[in-house]
């Protein structure tokens, strides 16, 4: 479909093009000039800028690369120019008050850009050229009108360059290729999002693209786009586009759905979570002379590491059957025949035993028990691998009750137990009651964390 030219683009066409009759709407002889050279380079404009938008004075030519096009609505009222076709080494963003611009400055277009009398600014990490507006007394680049775009925008009389984007990884983008045409290969949208549009109607609308190791970059689409109803594809393979940033997060834009080839198999699964019996709780401490020195000590008596993603502690305080508070363990990994130490008070914990513990908690964490709670420890799926005291049961004055104390796992038992066993423990405390040792314990001298006994 060709799409009707509106009265400014009919204006610029006048001003740039001579337009012929053709059969095949080959259409539109370009207005070029070779009279023009660069001298200048993109380096040299930028480096003018010094932390505030500045007008350009110098009479300066830089010669670009166009990368971007409003062909498909993805992109609106700004060209994209990098300084070479191949491995470039720099982009700027050219604000323009031009609708329709595709038809005027195609992709791989050599341009021409005269700098003087440009505004020049930056948005995070994204420089920019173009006209000026203000708002509360701030002068920010804005777009260049439309009668001002062939004072300082130049086509030179050849056809252009074959671009070829950078292929670039998913995790190793950098400021580098900010305003500049990357690709990313093995790459696939989020499965969470699979079944959706490419954006909300009229809304700008960011989606997740990822690669087969989860690491992933924002796929930035406009709600006015041609294919802003389009469902987002369900392969893998390789997606070309502009990179931008704002902030601190990279964002890939597509010109239209031709920068899209998802047509081989999505990655496989990757197996995050894992269970074991060999992890287990080896120490609980409520030291008597020091309650910010309380910790609680798992182990893993296994041969290799585990992952502890999406494992839980979780706390039933006193007789409570609900639970009262959790340890989500997620991001780390203990490591085999090793100890993994965990306290709600870290800055006392080191202080008192002379090392940081793996993991700093919250007060009234599973870690924080005064010695009359019951904990369990619990694998992804939901399974019970091991569990201290009974649930439902207030630990005072029974076989677990470890206040002012310690309960420590006895060095023969090598798994965890779901069933609460007090033959597996010794258990120090305050009273003695129901076979336990009335002995309360000092912190550092009468535990061990990071040893097993």
């Keep these: 479909m060709i799409k009707k030219l509106t009265p400014l683009a009919i204006i610029i066409c006048s001003i740039l093009f001579s337009c012929v009759k053709s059969r095949d709407f080959d259409g539109l002889s370009k207005s070029c000039s070779n009279s023009l050279e660069a001298n200048a380079t993109f380096d040299e404009v ?38 070479h076709p191949v491995q470039p080494t720099k982009g700027l963003q050219v604000e323009i008050d031009l609708r329709d611009s595709h038809l005027v400055y195609e992709i791989g277009s050599r341009l021409l850009i005269k700098t003087k009398e440009l505004y020049l600014g930056k948005s995070g990490e994204t420089f920019k050229l173009g006209g000026t507006f203000s708002a509360f007394g701030n002068i920010s680049v804005g777009r260049l009108p439309a009668l001002k775009v062939p004072e300082h925008i130049f086509l030179p009389c050849d056809e252009g360059e074959l671009l070829q984007p950078t292929v670039i990884s998913v995790d190793s983008v950098s400021d580098l290729h900010v305003n500049t045409l990357v690709r990313f290969d093995d790459v696939e949208i989020s499965e ?36 802003q109803e389009d469902i987002l594809p369900e392969g893998n393979g390789t997606i070309t586009g502009v990179l931008l940033k704002d902030g601190n997060d990279f964002q890939l834009v597509i010109r239209d759905l031709d920068d899209i080839d998802f047509s081989n198999e999505r990655c496989p699964e ?13 120490e609980l ?21 585990l992952d502890l993603n999406q494992w839980t502690l979780r706390r039933y305080t006193n007789a409570n059957t609900e ?23 870290p800055t006392e914990f080191e202080f008192i035993y002379g090392f940081a ?33 009974i649930i439902g ?38 009273t003695g009651d129901a076979g336990t ?11 061990s964390p990071g040893l097993r006994d």
């Design 270 to 282: 990757i197996i995050t979570e894992f269970t074991s019996t060999k992890v287990f709780i080896s």
């Design 46 to 83: 930028v480096a003018l800028y010094q932390g505030e938008t500045i007008q350009i004075h110098e009479d300066w030519i830089i010669e670009g690369y166009v990368v971007s096009s409003d062909r498909a609505g993805n992109f609106f009222s700004v060209i994209h120019v990098q300084n």
């Design 323 to 345: 639970v009262s508070s959790t340890i989500d363990l997620s991001g780390f990994v203990i490591a085999a025949e090793s100890s993994f130490v965990i306290a709600p008070n």
């Design 192 to 227: 969470d999002e699979l079944g959706l549009s490419f954006a909300v109607e009229t809304e700008e609308t960011e989606r997740t693209l990822m690669d087969c190791n989860e690491n992933k970059i924002t796929l930035l689409n406009s709600g006015f786009s041609d294919f």
């Design 393 to 430: 049961e207030d630990g005072s004055g029974t076989n677990h009750e470890f206040e002012d104390g310690r309960a420590f796992r006895n060095a023969e038992i090598i798994e965890g137990n779901p069933n609460y066993t007090f033959g597996e423990w010794t258990i120090f405390n305050d």
């Design 285 to 305: 401490a409520d030291p008597n002379n020091n309650s910010g020195a309380r910790f609680l000590e798992l182990y893993n008596s296994g041969s290799e590491p």
């Design 437 to 447: 040792i009335d002995q309360p314990q000092n912190a550092p001298e009468d535990f």
């Design 357 to 389: 513990p793996d993991l700093g908690v919250s007060t009234n964490s599973p870690a924080d028990s005064n010695g009359d709670d019951n904990l369990e420890l619990v694998d992804p799926f939901g399974t019970v691998i091991d569990v201290f005291g």
